[in-house]
């Protein structure tokens, strides 16, 4: 049977042969590297390939984004596929498609993984100065399919002109959330995979301090394995506060954590999308 990471149909973006041939050392390197599996690819595709996805990325005016603000985080994304313009949906496309998850499934040791063509949680994320994102785990199943568990995240940025003294690193945190042990820089056509789980603590939790004309992009994907039955309790997102973050920050991480809780809870029982939070938190913050 022909492998399927050798279509040709696939090749156009992602460029299988350059990291088929490197597998072997790039899927030690995903089990070794800490605090948790995870590698870090530079020039993830095609360069010209990337640069009309960074060209076509949308601006933040747009009112097709979802926003997401709230004490934890400050940033806004979009999960709707029919909005995305054409290279970029070409491109995620491809990166659900059964080849490159073939190809991901190799690199991770992960067997039978499947993407999610809901994208939820996903898609095209995007923050300007002031935007953050404190550390956290992931919540752990599909908000609308309850026996899929997530178990891979993907996240490519498309910046071409980043500076590293604006911020926006995505920092990696040890278990016990004592330290920080990777910092990686969203640069433009660079790629972190990395096995989510109640552990995998990651964020870019102080303020981004690009210019204004700029902007935070990258593009999440996010995988999953069918177990065998729905869990009897299912881990929303966890955010934790950082050693340096004082009492009341760290209060309020608390609470705003179990808002989240409360809110992911009820997304699933009743299948409401994120898109209705986005708007009440608009009306809430303009009242402001």
């Known amino acids: 049977m022909a492998d399927p990471a050798l279509s040709p149909i696939t090749r156009t973006s992602f460029p299988y042969a350059k990291w088929s041939a490197q597998l072997s050392r790039l899927k030690q390197q995903f089990q070794q590297n800490q605090p948790y599996p995870h590698v870090y690819l530079r020039n993830f595709l095609e360069a010209d390939v990337a640069r009309e996805m960074a060209a076509e990325f949308p601006g933040l005016a747009t009112d097709a984004w979802t926003r997401y603000k709230h004490p934890n985080e400050n940033k806004v994304g979009l999960a709707k596929r029919s909005l995305f313009p054409e290279r970029l949906g070409e491109v995620v496309d491809e990166l659900d498609s059964p080849a490159f998850v073939h190809w991901l499934s190799e690199l991770t040791g992960i067997p039978n993984l499947l993407s999610d063509d809901m994208l939820e949680g996903g898609g095209l994320h995007q923050c300007g100065a002031g935007g953050f994102l404190n550390v956290h785990t992931d919540f752990s199943n599909h908000h609308y399919h309850k026996n899929w568990r997530r178990q891979v995240n993907l996240i490519l940025y498309l910046n071409p002109d980043w500076e590293e003294q604006w911020g926006g690193a995505l920092e990696l945190w040890d278990r016990e959330m004592r330290r920080c042990v990777v910092k990686i820089p969203p640069l433009f056509n660079d790629a972190l995979i990395f096995r989510t789980d109640e552990i995998s603590y ?5 303020p981004v301090r690009c210019p204004r004309d700029e902007s935070r992009k990258s593009l999440a994907l996010y995988y999953y394995t069918v177990e065998s039955v729905a ?35 009820a997304k699933a029982r009743y299948g409401f999308s994120d898109q209705l939070a986005s708007k009440i938190l608009g009306f809430l913050s303009r009242k402001r």
């Open 202 to 206: 990651h964020g870019f939790p102080d």
């Open 231 to 265: 869990p009897v309790k299912a881990r929303s997102t966890n955010y934790r506060p950082r050693p340096e973050d004082g009492p009341l920050k760290s209060g309020m991480i608390w609470l705003d954590k179990k808002a989240v809780d409360l809110y992911s809870k």
